[in-house]
């Protein structure tokens, strides 16, 4: 079958990286160690795939102190949000394609 | 790609966001335990007022004398205090059982979100009693507990906004009717909790 890939986002091929966007994507804002525990992740793995993101300017990062502990926040930039709804619409077109 | 895995894709993310704004872990049995305690308190409160020996007799006591102002508060502290602790506690476990934690950055927002109403509640009810305006406070109570509930439903599940209007509903006509205060306040928050309570238990098969 012959499927149109180009609508697909690339930064999003990592599972992990299109969990992170629907939790920024639903969220104002999300720290480091709060979207560590939901999504289950290593420091490392997490810190890597948010560079990515942030690479590819999708997210938006806020470090800050609370007392001496760094405290570092994330968003959604716009770009991003936009990126993640074609996503999900690429996903859609996928299914309906494969319906028929 | 194979079509299951969009579907499990698109089911993951829908999810994430889902536990990502929503706390879930709200334990139907809280609300029954809050609801026994406000009746077990309703009772006492009704008790400590009228007697209660006599049922034929006038009221043997009037709600201005102070020490039966003490006795009521004392009762209502510790309704508060018991559904509080109650909550918290099958809360904590509930979410051990779901593998979620308890202190996470939503129920953070659900109870910031329902502290502002419910501070701004207990204050004026506290005036109210200070000044000796007895006739709203129940409707007060009602209203305020209401609107917090509303508040905080954006953070969990939606069923508890539906409580929060039946809460703000009965504080009206309870406004309307003084003197029948305990009636209201005894069906908003005892029989009413035990019914939501049952109804989430069964609902989300805890």
Known sequence: ?100 | MQEKDIYSELSSIRNLMERSTKFISLSGLSGIMAGVYALAGAFLGYKTVYGGYNTLSYRSNYINEPQILWQLSLIAALVLVLSLVTGIWLTIRQARKKGEKFWNPVSKRLLVNMAVPLFTGGFFILILILRGDYAIVASASLIFYGLALIAGSHYTLSDVKWLGFCEIILGLVAALLPGYGIVFWTIGFGILHILYGSIMHFKYKQ
């Open chain 1, 1 to 100: 079958m012959k499927i149109s890939l180009e609508s697909f986002d690339k930064a999003f091929e990592n599972r992990l990286r299109l969990q992170i966007m629907s939790v920024l994507v639903a969220n104002d804002y999300y720290d480091f160690n709060a979207l560590k525990e939901l999504l289950n992740a290593t420091d490392g793995n997490l810190a890597s795939h948010l560079k990515a993101l942030e690479k590819e300017e999708y997210i938006t990062v806020n470090k800050s102190f609370i007392g001496r502990k760094p405290n570092t926040q994330y968003a959604a930039s716009a770009k991003g949000i936009h990126a993640f709804k074609k996503h999900l619409e690429a996903l859609e077109n996928l299914i309906k394609q494969q319906k028929r």
